[in-house]
Structures are given as structure tokens and as C-alpha cells.
């Protein structure tokens, strides 16, 4: 009769101790309400937002976010060892004008923002915001740095960090070097939160 009181004993303990961790985790968060929450496939990614570096690209990013425009938007071009483009909600939305075809050319249907450079460096896990060649054309496409590519820097707009869940951004499906990182079936983000509205 013990026996089954003491697992039960230690199954309780086992899942308060899980709960009490998940809640850490999200109280350990400096800012919920520039904390972007990913939901991937393989789990969810966290990016801190830097307001005080790029305010009106995170704004954007948070409004887009709140609207639930970024859901089911897929990972148009990723190449391996440097980034995972997404944010096209125009034609990356797979439940939505999904057009594979013309992914990475869409954006929202607000205006293009100004250039927000930095010297916050392009470095693993930075989030940058994607732009056609006029650097004032960002607008909803981002990119999660694989790795450090210095040769961004001061070129495009850093607007935040992955601080978890960066093993779930290395394990998005690649695509082809050859094709400039054009991914057949890509995979998409399921959906994008900001934490304080979790």
C-alpha cells in the first residue's frame, strides 16, 4: 500500500517541479512585452526585441505578431550556415495566398520602414529584418542569423536576439545554396507571440 502512495508522491512532485520550471522560464524573461515567442515544429524559440536599437522595426514586428499575420508563414529561403528568411504574410502564408513561387517577395500591407542601422552586430541568433536593395524597404520579412555574418553589419536592421530555442532554428529545412536558399515544402513558423500576451 505504500509503494503506490510513494509513486504517486513522486509523480506529484515530479510535475509540480516541471510546471514550477516552465513559469521560471517565463518569469526569467527581462521584457514579455518585447519577447517574441516562436512556436516551431521542433518547439518554441524566444527573441528579445531591442526597442531601444530599432523601434519602429520592432513595433511592426509586434503588431504583425498581435495580428497573427506571421501564422503559418512559412521559412522561404534558408541557407545553411548563414540565415532562415520569413515574414513574407503576402505569399508565405500556407493558409493564407500561399504562393511558393513568389515567397520573399510579398510584405504587409503597411508601409515600408526607414533604415533602423546599429552597430549591434550580426552575430549567431540575431534577428535582422529582410529589405530589397533600398535600405528605407524593410517591412514584415526577417532573418534568424545560423551564424555571425559581419558583413551585414551596419547594413541592415538588427531588432533583436535569440535568447532559447536555438537548436529548433537550426533544425528549420534548408534549401538549396545553388537556388539561393529557395526551400521546396519549407517549413513555417506554426505561430508568433508576443510573451506578454501568453
Given at each position: 500500500m505504500t509503494r503506490p502512495i510513494a509513486t504517486l508522491a513522486a509523480l506529484t512532485l515530479t510535475l509540480t517541479l516541471a510546471f514550477t520550471l516552465t513559469e521560471a522560464r517565463a518569469v526569467d524573461l527581462k521584457d514579455p512585452e518585447n519577447t517574441l515567442v516562436i512556436e516551431l515544429d521542433d518547439g518554441e524559440v524566444y527573441a528579445e526585441l531591442l526597442p531601444d536599437v530599432a523601434p519602429k522595426h520592432?513595433?511592426?514586428?509586434?503588431?504583425?505578431?498581435?495580428?497573427?499575420?506571421?501564422?503559418?508563414?512559412?521559412?522561404?529561403?534558408?541557407?545553411?550556415?548563414?540565415?532562415?528568411?520569413?515574414?513574407?504574410?503576402?505569399?508565405?502564408?500556407?493558409?493564407?495566398?500561399?504562393?511558393?513561387?513568389?515567397?520573399?517577395?510579398?510584405?504587409?500591407?503597411?508601409?515600408?520602414?526607414?533604415?533602423?542601422?546599429?552597430?549591434?552586430?550580426?552575430?549567431?541568433?540575431?534577428?535582422?529584418?529582410?529589405?530589397?536593395?533600398?535600405?528605407?524597404?524593410?517591412?514584415?520579412?526577417?532573418?534568424?542569423?545560423?551564424?555571425?555574418?559581419?558583413?551585414?553589419?551596419?547594413?541592415?536592421?538588427?531588432?533583436?536576439?535569440?535568447?532559447?530555442?536555438?537548436?529548433?532554428?537550426?533544425?528549420?529545412?534548408?534549401g538549396s545554396k545553388a537556388a539561393n536558399g529557395a526551400v521546396d515544402d519549407p517549413d513555417r513558423m506554426i505561430s508568433v507571440k508576443v510573451a506578454a500576451d501568453r
Amino acid at each position: 500500500m505504500t509503494r503506490p502512495i510513494a509513486t504517486l508522491a513522486a509523480l506529484t512532485l515530479t510535475l509540480t517541479l516541471a510546471f514550477t520550471l516552465t513559469e521560471a522560464r517565463a518569469v526569467d524573461l527581462k521584457d514579455p512585452e518585447n519577447t517574441l515567442v516562436i512556436e516551431l515544429d521542433d518547439g518554441e524559440v524566444y527573441a528579445e526585441l531591442l526597442p531601444d536599437v530599432a523601434p519602429k522595426h520592432v513595433e511592426r514586428v509586434k503588431e504583425l505578431a498581435r495580428a497573427g499575420e506571421y501564422d503559418d508563414v512559412v521559412f522561404h529561403r534558408v541557407i545553411d550556415g548563414f540565415m532562415a528568411q520569413t515574414g513574407d504574410v503576402q505569399f508565405g502564408d500556407k493558409a493564407n495566398g500561399f504562393d511558393l513561387r513568389r515567397a520573399g517577395t510579398g510584405s504587409s500591407d503597411k508601409p515600408d520602414l526607414p533604415a533602423e542601422f546599429s552597430s549591434v552586430p550580426f552575430e549567431r541568433g540575431a534577428v535582422g529584418m529582410a529589405r530589397s536593395q533600398n535600405p528605407n524597404s524593410a517591412n514584415s520579412q526577417f532573418f534568424i542569423m545560423f551564424d555571425e555574418g559581419s558583413f551585414l553589419n551596419g547594413q541592415y536592421t538588427v531588432l533583436g536576439k535569440v535568447i532559447e530555442g536555438m537548436e529548433h532554428v537550426d533544425a528549420i529545412k534548408k534549401g538549396s545554396k545553388a537556388a539561393n536558399g529557395a526551400v521546396d515544402d519549407p517549413d513555417r513558423m506554426i505561430s508568433v507571440k508576443v510573451a506578454a500576451d501568453r
